[in-house]
Structure formats: C-alpha cells, structure tokens
C-alpha cells in the first residue's frame, strides 16, 4: 500500500469515527455522542486517551466504524465501475494531450450522456476539441 492510500485510509477511518462518536450518524447506536478524549500526563507527557463508554459500546463504535467504511468502498467500487468506459475515454484523452480544457472535458462527458441516452446503435460523433500544448 502506498502512503498516499495509507492516508487516505487513516482520513477515512477518522471521519467515520467522528461520525459515530462525535455526531451521532450511527443508527445503531442512536443519536448520541460518546465523549473520549486524549490527555497528556506522566515526565514525559505520554499521550492517553480517556474513554468515556463500555467495552461494549467501544465494540458497536468499532463495528460502524467498519460498516460505514464498507458502505463508502462498495458506493465508490460500483461507481467506478459505472463510469469506467467515460474514465478510460478521459484517460485517453489525457495520454495523447497533456492540456484538456474544461469544454473539452465537458463535450467528452457529454457524448458519455447522450451515447448513453441514445443507446448502443446511436452514430458516432465528432471528437471533442483539444487545447493545443
């Protein structure tokens, strides 16, 4: 793994658990927050983190925390798999220009919407203008 997705790993699992512990988004755990708190004690300061709940309910916070992390990688696996055949276009595009304008992009995805729309037996139309390096 590299340390760009350790990152995005490590921001994800935080934003859930300040979802489930500090605003109350967990419905199996209701609309409460569950107060921890970090403290700095000891000669040299060691961090220690206070928590305010059961074994239990740290065991529940866990267990969202876990759901809601799936629920977020399966909404974004099927998405990308939606949105393959326009994101290898892009990709595409990207490999023969190295400078894609916002109307190029645009036209890109909207011949995306509309091939769509009209369904596999639609013509082809004319490729999306380029800026120029």
């Known amino acids: 793994m590299s340390t760009g997705a350790q990152n995005d790993l490590d921001q994800a ?3 859930a658990r300040h979802m489930v512990v500090r605003c109350g988004m967990s419905p199996a755990l209701g609309l409460a927050t569950f107060g921890d708190h970090d403290a700095y004690s000891g000669p040299l300061m060691q961090r220690q983190r206070f928590i305010r709940y059961s074994e239990r309910t740290a ?3 866990d267990e969202e925390m876990r759901r809601m992390l799936a629920e977020g990688h399966d909404r974004v696996r099927k998405t990308l798999e939606e949105k393959k055949p326009l994101l290898e ?3 595409r595009l990207l490999l023969t220009h190295e400078v894609v304008d916002h ?3 645009q036209a890109v995805m ?4 509309s091939s769509a729309q009209e369904g596999p037996n639609s013509e082809a139309r004319a490729p999306a203008t380029i800026a120029s390096d």
Do not use: D, R
């Not at 909207?110 to 919407?113: L, R, Y």
């Open 89 to 91: 276009k892009i990709a």
């Open 110 to 113: 909207n011949e995306n919407v």
């Open 59 to 61: 065991q529940m916070i």
């Open 13 to 15: 699992t935080a934003l």
């Open 103 to 105: 109307a190029a992009l």
